[in-house]
């Protein structure tokens, strides 16, 4: 089944641990994107991947980092998690040269 | 003025009903328009998808563009219980590395047996 997979789907933290969340797809995608949805600001994007080893910043990439060693690999790093990065998190993929984006089920994130 | 602008709604109707969904956006360079459709605890997935002006008809769905007044629509038919989700419009503009898709808010829908 073609799908993008995120784990893990719910995380409680503390201020300050260093956490992944990991983020994968079977389809081929080149395109892979992390977006968060926060209540009256809908979904944007914090970080992209054009395709292995290429990434760039998307609107709201402070307090974040992202790799990409793999093609089906995309994980989103937080390497001093804060309260305000509690949110709710999409990882996305699409083919190069479509708009579609597919997404992940979410990955709820709760920073103490 | 933000870029997209959708009514959070909620938006509840009784089974049946027509529904309108709508959004306004300020970027004429906007080309590409899709709806995304979000269940509770789920990911946004991909309902409707057209380019530049004009209708989209798919099953029960419509997807409606009207470039010259930057206003977007979705239209439901016989609206289902199993509609009730949250409906995203999202759009991009062609060029450029990011094909950057910019997402209204969401209207919560609710479709009432």
């Known amino acids: 089944e073609a799908q993008v997979t995120q784990n893990p789907r719910y995380l409680i933290t503390v201020t300050g641990k260093k956490l992944t969340v990991t983020c994968s797809q079977n389809m081929n995608h080149e395109y892979m994107s992390w977006y968060r949805q926060d209540p009256g600001l809908g979904l944007r994007q914090i970080y992209y991947?054009?395709?292995?080893?290429?990434?760039d910043k998307g609107d709201v990439p402070e307090g974040y980092k992202v790799s990409r060693k793999e093609k089906r690999n995309f994980p989103l790093i937080l390497e001093s998690p804060s309260p305000n990065q509690t949110s709710l998190y999409f990882c996305?993929?699409?083919?190069?040269?479509?708009?579609?984006?597919?997404f992940g089920p979410g990955t709820r994130l709760l920073v103490l | 003025q933000k870029e997209v602008e959708q009514d959070p709604g909620p938006l509840s109707v009784p089974e049946g009903a027509i529904v309108s969904l709508n959004c306004t956006y300020s970027?004429?360079?906007?080309?590409?328009f899709m709806w995304y459709r979000q269940y509770s605890r789920k990911g946004p997935e991909l309902l409707m998808y057209?380019?530049?002006?004009g209708n989209k008809e798919d099953g029960r769905f419509t997807a409606q563009v009207d470039k010259s007044s930057k206003y977007i629509s979705l239209f439901i038919r016989d609206s289902q219980p199993s509609d009730s989700a949250t409906y995203l419009c999202a759009m991009s503009e062609r060029g450029g590395s990011n094909y950057k898709l910019t997402f209204g808010k969401g209207t919560l829908l609710t479709v009432n047996p």
């Open positions: 057209t380019y530049s002006s």
């Open positions: 996305a993929s699409r083919i190069a040269g479509q708009e579609t984006q597919y």
């Open positions: 991947s054009m395709n292995v080893e290429v990434t």
């Open positions: 970027n004429s360079a906007f080309q590409y």
